[in-house]
């Protein structure tokens, strides 16, 4: 991890632990060993603790230690409201963040439509997610969790003979009070990373 993230994820630790909620843990929602916190997140272990962040195994990006400790920041004890479904585009201040959430979240995955049809079981056993709901549109479409009190919903529309394959990402209607909008911008993007890693 990069010196500036380090910086970045041990500041929003110390400032965690600074006021610990004493309900930090329900809200997660996690379980707590003395100072460390275990949770779900991108379909992996995480371990939350004052010195760092563990997550998953292996190498990964430091984004992710980034958003771990941004959700930490944020926790409420509101739970998830899922509809209506969100547009980024309709989250306050989003503007600015609009053109490298449709290329790095969205169209990031047009090319992979039909690996992910025929993938759907396994990612959404991964990222605690489910088919979306009737009537939600596109070719197929499913729900994840890629932090446990954001969803994410991913619609896809295969190509035909009319039109190329898109793909369109919307959020649960409460997530911005669980990420600053900078936050749910790379939550899109890190998701998307994570299900064609999934797809292999």
């Not at 309709?90 to 439509?113: I, K």
């Not at 991964?126 to 549109?137: I, M, N, R």
């Not at 295969?158 to 936050?183: I, K």
């Amino acid at each position: 991890m990069g010196d500036n993230y380090t910086k970045i994820v041990q500041d929003n630790l110390n400032q965690l632990y600074n006021g610990l909620p004493k309900d930090f843990a329900e809200n997660l929602p996690g379980e707590q060993k003395g100072d460390q916190f275990v949770f779900d997140a991108f379909g992996e272990k995480c371990l939350i603790e004052p010195e760092g962040i563990t997550f998953g195994h292996g190498e990964y990006s430091a984004v992710f230690d980034i958003l771990i400790s941004l959700y930490a920041l944020n926790v409420h004890p509101d739970i998830c409201v899922i509809n209506p479904l969100k547009a980024f585009k309709e989250f306050p201040d989003s503007m600015p963040y609009l053109g490298a959430f449709a290329t790095h979240t969205e169209q990031l995955l047009v090319p992979h439509v039909a690996k992910i049809k025929d993938s759907v079981r396994a990612i959404t056993e991964t990222l605690k997610g489910k088919d979306a709901s009737d009537g939600t549109g596109g070719d197929f479409s499913f729900m994840v969790y890629p932090l446990p009190k954001i969803a994410l919903c991913y619609i896809f529309y295969e190509a035909d003979d009319d039109f190329p394959a898109s793909v369109t990402c919307l959020y649960s209607s409460n997530a911005q009070l669980f990420l600053p909008v900078a936050g749910l911008a790379d939550l899109g993007e890190y998701c998307s990373k994570t299900i064609l890693k999934l797809i292999g």
